[in-house]
């Protein structure tokens, strides 16, 4: 691993945008300051460019074990790192489901021989390993992923008893997606009863309504408050729980008890997008209304909402294409554009850069505790990308390199071009081109 040098920098530091070269030795960063000549170093000249923290995204799913035929660690981290994004957490629902440490190392294993970025992995929580979670190690894992709405394989956890079992030992974070699936069943059967086969699509947002979440959030946190569990709402959808989750946005974010991520297609799309995108919307929870995507947006700016992540969620193409509502999977693959996104918000006015980069990068990392990453400082590792501003260009079919071959950002114009992404040291997307074939990617450490 050889010396790096950012050149004529514009760095975004903890404190302030700065100009300054950047020496990178081995995984770390080893100085910041005006003029860096370092004898046999590789140097990159980034005049003109901003050189940003690399995104952490606590909330993937890429699909490996069990159902590589929608995806995998290596052409997923593949993507990631084409969209500015150095460390990923991957969820627990792949086939055999990671509710064991056993099965959760397994997966380390394959991300330490595929994997270009970095990884960490959640471990998921089930009616019948309440055991395994109290003996995990929290330094090894992201956290406990609990799903209170319906998911693949044996990983719904609704009974209220089991709940607070699970919350009361969960030796971490405890990371929920939150939907009522007694409200979501009865809203399909009512849709049935009006449509038969051929629910519209726009129906997704009724059917996977505002008060199935709402229910859902307030239960958790009703527990989580009971017993005393640090608890992290994923993918925030209605305005409702921006409110919920407002009362505990207070202090800073390590130590908040409760806490809430919104994730990059509940800020970026919205009902209107359903009569174009049809199947390729359809994500749990939905995507709802405008005024829900407004809220979301102000909950972030307020520092109510502290993360944002992507729930990237590929399918196959044909298992999307269907015109048949219930036939059509639910789950978008997003990770290869979540910093232009981020980037797309700010040229719209609706965040700042600097709002946007750090719920992507210091406060996941401040919020699941991952050691030495989510900021450029002296002592870091070197998770770093550099991005051109100045760039637009229009998402076309054959930039997408999920396996899954599709994207609901085809045909969306974005100013953000990701010119490098370095991630623990390595150079592994080098003018916008990816030079890594897998391995490079290191463990994360959790620090609750």
């Given at each position: 691993?050889s010396?790096?040098?950012?050149k004529n920098?514009?760095?975004?530091?903890?404190?302030?945008?700065?100009?300054t070269?950047v020496?990178?030795?081995?995984?770390?960063?080893?100085?910041?300051?005006g003029e860096i000549?370092?004898s046999?170093?590789?140097v990159?000249?980034?005049?003109?460019m901003?050189?940003?923290?690399?995104?952490?995204?606590?909330?993937?799913?890429?699909?490996?074990?069990?159902?590589?035929?929608?995806?995998n660690?290596?052409?997923?981290?593949?993507a990631?790192?084409?969209?500015g994004?150095?460390?990923?957490?991957?969820?627990?629902?792949?086939f055999?489901?990671?509710?064991?440490?056993?099965?959760?190392?397994?997966?380390?294993?394959?991300?330490a021989?595929?994997?270009?970025?970095?990884y960490?992995?959640?471990?998921?929580?089930?009616?019948?390993?309440?055991?395994?979670?109290?003996r995990?190690d929290?330094h090894?894992?992201?956290?406990?992923k609990?799903y209170?709405?319906?998911?693949?394989g044996?990983?719904?956890?609704?009974?209220?008893s089991?709940?607070?079992?699970?919350f009361a030992a969960a030796?971490?974070i405890?990371?929920?997606h939150c939907?009522d699936?007694g409200i979501?069943?009865?809203?399909?059967?009512?849709?049935?009863?009006?449509?038969?086969?051929?629910?519209?699509?726009?129906?997704?947002p009724?059917?996977?309504?505002?008060?199935?979440?709402?229910?859902s959030?307030?239960?958790?946190?009703?527990?989580?408050?009971?017993?005393?569990?640090?608890?992290?709402?994923?993918?925030?959808?209605t305005?409702?729980e921006?409110?919920?989750?407002?009362?505990?946005?207070?202090?800073?974010?390590?130590?908040?008890q409760?806490?809430?991520?919104?994730?990059?297609?509940?800020?970026?799309?919205n009902e209107?997008?359903?009569?174009?995108?049809?199947g390729?919307?359809?994500?749990?929870p939905?995507?709802?209304?405008?005024f829900?995507?407004?809220?979301?947006?102000?909950?972030?700016?307020?520092?109510?909402?502290?993360?944002?992540?992507?729930?990237h969620?590929?399918h196959e193409?044909?298992?999307?294409?269907?015109?048949?509502?219930?036939k059509v999977?639910?789950?978008?693959p997003?990770?290869?554009?979540s910093?232009?996104?981020i980037?797309e918000?700010?040229?719209?006015?609706?965040?700042?850069?600097e709002?946007?980069?750090?719920?992507?990068?210091?406060?996941?990392?401040?919020?699941?505790?991952?050691?030495?990453?989510?900021?450029?400082?002296e002592?870091?590792?070197?998770?770093?990308v550099?991005?051109?501003?100045?760039?637009?260009?229009?998402?076309?079919?054959?930039?997408?390199?999920?396996?899954?071959?599709?994207?609901?950002?085809?045909?969306?114009?974005?100013?953000?071009?990701?010119?490098?992404?370095?991630?623990?040291g390595?150079l592994?997307?080098?003018?916008?081109?990816?030079?890594?074939e897998?391995?490079?990617?290191?463990?994360?450490?959790?620090?609750?």
């Amino acid at each position: 691993m050889s010396k790096i040098v950012l050149k004529n920098a514009t760095v975004m530091t903890e404190q302030s945008f700065k100009q300054t070269d950047v020496l990178i030795d081995g995984p770390y960063i080893a100085k910041i300051e005006g003029e860096i000549n370092e004898s046999g170093a590789d140097v990159i000249d980034c005049k003109g460019m901003l050189v940003l923290p690399g995104l952490i995204d606590a909330h993937v799913h890429f699909r490996q074990p069990g159902m590589e035929q929608k995806a995998n660690i290596k052409s997923e981290s593949a993507a990631a790192a084409l969209g500015g994004v150095t460390s990923f957490m991957d969820m627990p629902n792949t086939f055999p489901p990671t509710t064991t440490m056993e099965r959760l190392n397994e997966k380390k294993s394959i991300a330490a021989r595929d994997s270009v970025i970095n990884y960490g992995f959640y471990l998921g929580g089930s009616e019948d390993n309440l055991d395994e979670v109290k003996r995990a190690d929290p330094h090894e894992i992201a956290g406990i992923k609990i799903y209170m709405g319906s998911t693949t394989g044996n990983l719904l956890l609704d009974d209220d008893s089991a709940l607070m079992k699970m919350f009361a030992a969960a030796p971490t974070i405890v990371a929920v997606h939150c939907e009522d699936n007694g409200i979501v069943n009865a809203n399909t059967k009512r849709a049935q009863e009006m449509y038969g086969d051929n629910i519209p699509f726009a129906m997704h947002p009724i059917i996977r309504s505002r008060d199935c979440c709402v229910k859902s959030s307030s239960l958790a946190i009703e527990v989580a408050k009971a017993t005393n569990a640090r608890l992290h709402i994923m993918h925030l959808s209605t305005k409702e729980e921006v409110y919920l989750v407002a009362p505990y946005a207070k202090g800073d974010i390590h130590s908040r008890q409760i806490s809430a991520e919104v994730c990059i297609p509940h800020l970026f799309f919205n009902e209107s997008d359903y009569a174009r995108m049809q199947g390729f919307l359809k994500c749990n929870p939905a995507v709802k209304y405008e005024f829900d995507r407004r809220a979301l947006i102000k909950g972030l700016r307020s520092g109510v909402i502290s993360t944002i992540g992507t729930d990237h969620a590929p399918h196959e193409l044909a298992v999307k294409a269907s015109s048949n509502y219930l036939k059509v999977a639910s789950g978008l693959p997003s990770v290869q554009f979540s910093l232009p996104t981020i980037f797309e918000l700010f040229k719209r006015g609706e965040i700042s850069l600097e709002e946007g980069i750090k719920a992507a990068t210091i406060n996941v990392a401040q919020r699941f505790g991952v050691e030495k990453r989510g900021s450029i400082k002296e002592g870091n590792f070197a998770d770093i990308v550099v991005v051109d501003p100045r760039d637009r260009y229009t998402v076309k079919a054959e930039d997408i390199i999920s396996l899954c071959q599709w994207s609901p950002f085809v045909g969306s114009s974005f100013t953000c071009r990701i010119c490098h992404t370095i991630a623990s040291g390595n150079l592994v997307v080098k003018d916008s081109q990816l030079c890594a074939e897998g391995g490079q990617g290191q463990a994360l450490r959790f620090n609750p």
